[in-house]
């Protein structure tokens, strides 16, 4: 965790504070939602989110959609591809916060 720890105060000072970037998540959501972003979507994704089985999550390739796009992708996946959706473990605004995280590449 201790590791982690200055990439969490960087996300949580670009989004932390802001009520439409963060919404009222608290600093131990963002960290999780960061460990999970790398961890459960980097098993696809890659672990550096350059690609694998899953397209890559990075600023670049994500240039081409907006972030209601990437939210909503997120939410509700992909038919008739490995993408799930996370509606079920993950919330909106949650989902909003990681589709902004990778759109601005505060997630890496």
Known sequence: ??????????????????ARAGGDLSAAEIARLSNMVRQD???CHGLTLKG?????????QLAGMDRETVRDIILFGIDDTPMPG??????????DWIARALKTGAIQ
């Open 1 to 18: 965790m201790l590791r982690l720890l200055p990439g969490i105060l960087v996300i949580v000072a670009l989004f932390g504070g802001n």
């Open 41 to 43: 979507c980097g098993s």
């Open 86 to 95: 996370w509606l079920g473990l993950l919330s909106e605004p949650e989902a």
């Open 52 to 60: 694998g089985l899953g397209r890559p999550l990075t600023v670049d």
